[in-house]
């Protein structure tokens, strides 16, 4: 059971209360004005009637003698039906009360307040009695002979709340009656709407919704990024700050304003689409995919994919591995069918030289690659590409210029990742192409100097540079992703400071330069 309403009855009942305060602000505004209007004009007003009555030769005769006061309840009572003033009272030099509208208080002492009309002088001012306001002006009379011979007080109660609401100008009981409505139904309409707008959720419903978020957001091994229609970023959790190595203040930046690659900001903003999107981010590899919402814009979720990637390329060496030694195996097997079939056909001269011949070509190249190349598994490598070029019938050679000694592990597996995609790219380009050759330069300084030639028909121009992003490939995909040999070279030539390019030069010629620090 909640112990407080509801998101909607909760909001209305805070306008409304909002609204009775603001309406009782202007009402009491509003009497506030109707008073001073009320003292200003009737005051003023009563002033007159007195002063008026004051200056009545009658009246003045009447008070300067004791016996002729018959005549002052009738003057009295006519001037204040003619003024419509509530009271006219007449008093003596004392201050007693000779008459007025009240039987009872004749005979009394007139009510003077703060009062100076006994002192000669003319006063306005709101009087108390018997819990009435009364707004009175007090004229004194003067006689012949310059003596203070009575007082003329004309009065008007003053208005109640209410009736100053009545009586003040322009009608406000009706303004703020209206404004009222108007208040209550634009309540009532927006308490709807605001409940429409949060789908129904009560507060303590969306508080305990984004706690959860913030807790999901970062909690979750995998990375988040929120983007609103204009490519802006609107939300991001710490993994994803660190998988895509964003700056910490990134929140409201646009996507194309920030230093991330163009493959990043293709899958960002949407112009890459696609389900499990790689992007190579500094040493990182991050399969990212990207949820559009209508009106909202889109929300990236990634994940880190380092090390399944380097898994893969594990898995990629062994299974090169495989295809040489079949492809040995496979050449091995032709030679064994030849020499079978010299010996049956009992050609022993031809069997000597053929076997001297093959004998002498595969230890020629592994000599030439052992003195040329003494990081073993350098060398093992392009003794192992060297079977699988031949079954191919592409020819691999080594430039007589080179030479590489020996270096670190890390370097060396940098370097084999390297060579081996740059040679199983080339051979991929020859495929069908006769009379193939792939040449191989590997040159040691203050840097490691990888260069692959071949005989292909090249690069176009156009996609030099394309064709290092991740998933570009010039050839069709036979399963699997394609493209990310080459954009896997140059994220190690980067992170190594190094760089990768390529050019034509009767054919493809691609290098790699690795800072190397046993120089």
Same mark, same amino acid.
């Given at each position: ?21 603001? =309406? ?16 200003? $004009? #009737? ?72 009062? $100076? ?43 109640? !709340?209410?009736?100053? @609401? ?8 009706? !303004? ?22 949060? !789908? ?45 190595? @964003? ?48 009106? &909202? ?10 090390? @399944? ?23 091995? $097997?032709?030679? =064994? ?24 070509? $595969? #230890? ?29 019938? &592409?020819?691999?050679? @080594? ?6 000694? #020996? ?22 380009? !020859? ?82 330069? =690795? ?5």
């Amino acid at each position: 059971m909640r112990v407080q309403g509801s998101l909607s009855r909760q909001l209305l009942s805070w306008q409304l209360l909002i609204i009775l305060v603001l =309406l009782g602000t202007v009402a009491v505004y509003s009497v506030a004005q109707s008073d001073v209007a009320f003292r200003a $004009s #009737e005051g003023r007003k009563m002033l007159s009637v007195a002063e008026d009555l004051a200056a009545t030769e009658t009246v003045r005769a009447s008070l300067a003698d004791p016996y002729r006061r018959d005549a002052l309840p009738i003057l009295a009572e006519s001037a204040r039906s003619l003024s419509g003033a509530d009271q006219v009272i007449i008093a003596d030099a004392r201050g007693k009360v000779l008459t007025s509208p009240d039987p009872g208080q004749r005979g009394q002492p007139l009510p003077l307040g703060e009062s $100076s009309v006994l002192r000669g002088s003319a006063w306005v001012g709101e009087i108390s009695a018997d819990g009435t306001d009364t707004l009175v002006a007090h004229v004194p009379v003067i006689a012949n002979d310059a003596r203070l011979v009575g007082v003329i007080a004309a009065g008007r109660n003053t208005p109640d !709340l209410l009736q100053g @609401l009545r009586e003040a100008p322009e009608n406000p009981l009706a !303004l703020l009656a209206f404004a009222a409505f108007l208040g209550i139904a634009g309540s009532v309409l927006l308490a709807r709407r605001v409940k429409r707008q949060t !789908l129904g959720l009560e507060p303590q419903e969306i508080t305990r919704l984004v706690e959860h978020r913030e807790a999901l957001l970062h909690g979750v091994r995998e990375g988040v990024v929120g983007v609103d229609e204009q490519n802006r970023i609107t939300l991001v959790n710490d993994q994803a700050l660190r998988l895509l190595s @964003l700056p910490q203040d990134c929140l409201g930046h646009d996507i194309d304003s920030l230093e991330l690659g163009d493959r990043a900001r293709d899958v960002l903003t949407g112009r890459s689409d696609g389900v499990d999107q790689i992007v190579l981010r500094k040493g990182r590899v991050v399969v990212l995919n990207r949820m559009p919402i209508s009106t &909202v814009g889109a929300v990236v979720t990634m994940r880190d994919r380092t090390e @399944l990637v380097d898994l893969q390329r594990e898995l990629a060496v062994h299974r090169d591995t495989t295809d040489t030694l079949r492809a040995q195996a496979h050449e091995f $097997s032709n030679r =064994l069918h030849t020499i079978s079939g010299l010996v049956e056909l009992g050609e022993y001269d031809e069997l000597q030289r053929y076997v001297q011949r093959i004998s002498h070509h $595969s #230890e020629q190249w592994h000599a030439e690659v052992t003195a040329r190349v003494q990081d073993p598994a350098t060398a093992a490598l392009l003794i192992a590409k060297s079977s699988l070029a031949a079954e191919r019938g &592409v020819g691999l050679r @080594l430039n007589e210029g080179g030479f590489l000694g #020996e270096i670190d592990e890390e370097l060396s597996a940098d370097v084999v990742t390297v060579l081996g995609n740059f040679i199983d790219n080339a051979l991929d380009a !020859l495929e069908s192409t006769r009379d193939a050759w792939i040449e191989v330069e590997l040159r040691q300084s203050d840097e490691i100097t990888v260069v692959v030639r071949d005989s292909g028909p090249g690069v176009a121009p156009e996609i030099v540079e394309e064709v290092f992003r991740h998933g570009f490939t010039t050839k069709a995909a036979r399963g699997g992703e394609r493209g990310l040999g080459l954009a896997l070279t140059r994220q190690i030539c980067r992170r190594r400071g190094g760089s990768v390019e390529v050019h034509n030069a009767d054919g493809a010629v691609f290098t790699a330069r =690795l800072p190397w620090e046993g120089a």
